[in-house]
């Protein structure tokens, strides 16, 4: 075997970075050996399948990712503040914007909104849980272990090189040799099955398991949101699915599919890539505008204006979504025909996103405003959102596309649609869900510092990218010379970056600081809440409702404060049935981890061995007869005693 | 857990209702896998370079062999799941045992013929149409096989516990994921072979 394939070489920072994985490790193990708590570990979170600590551990690798993809994003802008600079060389200024966006994407963003996902979706419709809960822990651990196999890629045989989108022919054995680009199939591919899961995971249980009285056009808007992404995720993901496989053959078996010669198409990459792609950005998108709804209409203190054209943009959204993604590539060579009709379904999309935008001016129209932060940051969305998206129109005009194909202007439209569009809605939601999950709130004033600080810096880091567009700075650029006179504007968004980065440790000082300092939430509705999810205690117990609510009006909760209409039938307490733990999901995620790691580098043996140890734990899983257990219905009523006296359980 | 007895065994409960419309959903996550495929597979038929075209490669007997096993399997599995709504363990079994023996069959025939294929220097590396053929037969292939090692699980399941709710839904479960194979398989003999035999 040849050990000089695993090593990376050269540079200081990959021997930092791998001194400081190393030392987080030891770290880490240390620790829990110290404290005793492997045993904790194991048992409430590893073997865990309560989708409320599922969801938590989402959100925690997110925030994890968030500071990865964002040390990235430094190097990044620290690389190009001035000419000539010479921190990254041309190599790992490549492999560094691969990951940044690979990262942001797949494993910050989604997971982040999968994660909200997981906490409140059950809670919304009234249910005790997802519909299939081991199978929603398969899904953790397979995007767990995806992630991590990406990120271990930095320091052992180094990271994907070709960008994000990895294009044919550079990122073919021949341009890209270096097991990089093989990270990169199987990553996205372990923790896209994962995702693909939890795509039906979420549609069963959202379509069967609604409380009494929910009907579709009474469920709430984040729920109708993650509805229709659900059923995206389950028409894009398995195009993702195949397009990897044939990468994977492509680079390990020497298959055709998008070679140069022997009649391989490198084309054919582009489009299947972007028929996931394209749907893809309208997953991460569509559940914020379903959080966005929810914080609107809470703080406004009114109904969310136009609920049916709310639900019908959306509809119309994910459908165009399937039909816009060759404008990701007008200026190779399709033809005039091709071009005009990818530019106007992409166009077309701005109308049902202007209906949604309009919905939500109408919501805060005369309504009683309270500026919290999830508030503020849902506000600063609008205006932020619609920069991003009108700079999308104009790229959509194939012919203008021309000129701004490629260049910081591209970069420049896609972060001012992701960031307010995904980032702050995630960062909104934390902040309105986070007293739900733990019982308390997060504090308002540094909230507001942090929120300060990341909207000012922001449009202090991108906005000047716009201008260097138009000026002619090409993206995925590592450098430039003094005389191009691309370096002010440079410089200025690398100041704005340093202002994102201090927004997003100020974001983390406040949750250490808050889990210390903030007293203890009694009344479980802290922002006077609207839907369901309010109705429980919080933290909410394992069974989420002692009594499962009925649904007569779309905001449940609020009828019941405002009008007296009941949320339970008067119901007596039954016993619960309940999922047990188990740890064949997480053992499933490690033999996923090691047979993709082996793929990585060619080592059949291994890669045979843990293909089959696959198939073994899914004959475990099948034969498993544990169908959970009860909770007796004394035991509910004292726990709810308990909570009610405020105490923790 | 509480047994609705209005409904057949399959569909007693909550959670068997759930994993059926389940795979349903991911039957639907099936439909554009394979479409992909067949798309690639498409875009690839004439670039077949320097290797052998469609009409040079494929021989109509070893397929019509291979329809036939899977055609038939797919009734087959129907009758197991006609004998499990009758409560007839035994016939269940003997129908299942007969689909799982001619996937089996299925299997053998088409990896007889990648060896043949193989043999007459038609490679995956040979050229793009080569590799879209061996990666689409080959990923409806794997699924047959998968197919067969879970019929195999469930069988034994069925012979230990005999037909539960639980066992009862697996079987079903099964039977859909079974019928969707011949249905891609429709596709392949007709747009894959005979089309390339023409």
Do not use: C
Request: hydrophobic share 55%; charged share 10%.
């Amino acid at each position: 075997m040849d050990l000089d394939k695993f090593k990376v070489h050269g540079e200081p920072l990959i021997y930092g970075a791998m001194v400081s994985i190393a030392l987080a490790t030891i770290g880490i193990l240390v620790g829990l050996t110290y404290f005793k708590k492997w045993g904790y570990l194991w048992r409430e979170w590893l073997t865990t399948v309560d989708h409320k600590k599922i969801g938590v551990m989402y959100i925690l690798a997110a925030l994890l990712m968030l500071f990865r993809g964002g040390v990235d994003a430094m190097m990044m802008r620290l690389q190009t503040a001035a000419p000539e600079m010479k921190f990254l060389d041309a190599q790992h200024y490549n492999e560094v914007f691969t990951t940044h966006g690979l990262i942001m994407i797949l494993f910050m963003a989604m997971p982040f909104i999968i994660g909200l996902m997981n906490v409140i979706i059950p809670l919304q419709i009234g249910a005790r849980d997802v519909a299939f809960p081991r199978l929603n822990a398969v899904s953790f651990w397979l995007f767990f272990m995806g992630a991590m196999l990406l990120n271990i890629s930095f320091v052992i045989g180094g990271s994907p090189d070709a960008g994000w989108s990895a294009y044919f022919p550079l990122a073919s054995l021949e341009f890209s040799p270096t097991v990089g680009n093989n990270y990169y199939s199987l990553a996205l591919q372990i923790s896209g099955i994962g995702t693909l899961i939890t795509g039906v995971n979420f549609i069963v249980t959202i379509l069967k398991m609604r409380a009494p009285g929910m009907k579709l056009m009474k469920m709430p808007m984040f729920t109708w949101s993650v509805l229709i992404t659900n059923v995206i995720i389950v028409f894009a993901f398995p195009v993702l699915t195949v397009a990897l496989a044939l990468m994977m053959f492509d680079r390990l078996f020497g298959s055709q599919f998008f070679t140069m010669a022997n009649g391989g198409m490198d084309m054919l990459w582009a489009n299947l890539f972007w028929v996931w792609g394209h749907p893809e950005v309208y997953i991460v998108i569509l559940p914020a505008f379903g959080i966005y709804s929810e914080i609107i209409a809470t703080f406004s203190k009114k109904n969310l204006y136009g609920y049916t054209s709310m639900v019908f943009s959306m509809l119309i959204i994910s459908l165009l979504s399937f039909l816009v993604w060759a404008h990701h590539f007008y200026t190779m060579g399709q033809g005039a025909m091709v071009n005009s009709f990818f530019s106007i379904t992409t166009m077309a999309i701005a109308v049902p996103t202007g209906v949604k935008i309009f919905n939500w001016l109408f919501t805060l129209r005369k309504g009683r405003i309270t500026f919290t932060t999830p508030m503020l940051y849902t506000l600063a969305f609008i205006p932020i959102f619609t920069i991003g998206g009108v700079t999308g129109v104009m790229l959509a005009m194939a012919s203008a596309d021309y000129q701004y194909h490629n260049t910081m202007f591209l970069v420049a439209h896609f972060h001012y649609v992701l960031i307010p569009g995904a980032v702050f809605a995630v960062i909104a939601g934390f902040h309105y869900w986070f007293p739900k999950v733990f019982g308390f709130r997060l504090n308002e004033r540094l909230g507001k510092h942090s929120f300060w600080w990341i909207v000012i810096s922001f449009n202090v880091t991108f906005f000047p990218l716009f201008f260097l567009g138009l000026m002619g700075m090409t993206r995925r650029t590592y450098t430039y010379s003094e005389e191009s006179g691309f370096g002010p504007l440079n410089m200025l968004s690398f100041v704005g970056a340093v202002g994102l980065a201090i927004g997003f440790l100020l974001l983390v000082y406040n949750i250490y600081w808050s889990t210390r300092y903030m007293p203890r939430d009694t009344t479980s509705d802290p922002w006077d809440g609207r839907t369901l999810e309010w109705a429980t205690h919080s933290p909410m117990p394992i069974y989420n409702f002692a009594i499962v609510p009925t649904v007569q009006t779309r905001d449940a909760l609020w009828s019941a404060k405002q009008d007296n209409i009941p949320l339970y039938d008067d119901k007596k307490i039954t016993k619960i049935h309940m999922p047990s733990n188990t740890g064949k999901p997480f053992i499933l995620g490690v033999i996923f981890f090691i047979l993709g790691f082996s793929l990585v580098f060619s080592l059949w043996i291994p890669a045979i061995l843990s293909g089959i140890g696959v198939i073994v734990m899914l004959a475990f899983m099948s034969f498993d007869r544990d169908h959970g257990y009860y909770i007796s219905a004394e035991e509910v009523i004292a726990t709810e005693k308990k909570l009610k006296r405020g105490e923790t359980v | 857990m509480k047994i609705d007895a209005s409904k057949p065994l399959e569909y007693s409960t909550e959670e068997n209702s759930n994993k059926i419309f389940g795979f349903w959903v991911f039957l639907g996550a099936e439909i554009p896998l394979f479409a992909t495929l067949f798309t690639v597979y498409f875009v690839m038929v004439n670039r077949f370079a320097s290797g052998p075209s469609a009409s040079e490669l494929f021989k109509i007997g070893p397929v019509l062999i291979e329809t036939f096993l899977l055609l038939s399997s797919s009734f087959t599995i129907g009758l197991a799941i006609h004998a499990m709504r009758h409560g007839y363990k035994k016939a269940m079994m003997v129908f299942m045992a007969i689909t799982l023996l001619m996937g089996l069959g299925f299997i053998g025939i088409e990896i007889d013929e990648f060896f043949t294929y193989v043999h007459e220097g038609a490679t995956l590396q040979t050229s793009g149409f080569l590799s879209s053929l061996f990666v689409l037969l080959g990923t409806h292939g794997a699924h047959v096989s998968f197919g067969f090692l879970w019929g195999a699980g469930i069988m034994i399941q069925l012979w230990r516990h005999g037909i539960t709710p639980a066992t009862a839904n697996k079987a079903f479960i099964f039977s859909l994921f079974w019928h969707f194979l011949d249905v891609v398989w429709i596709f392949i003999f007709s747009f894959v072979y005979l089309k390339g035999l023409m």
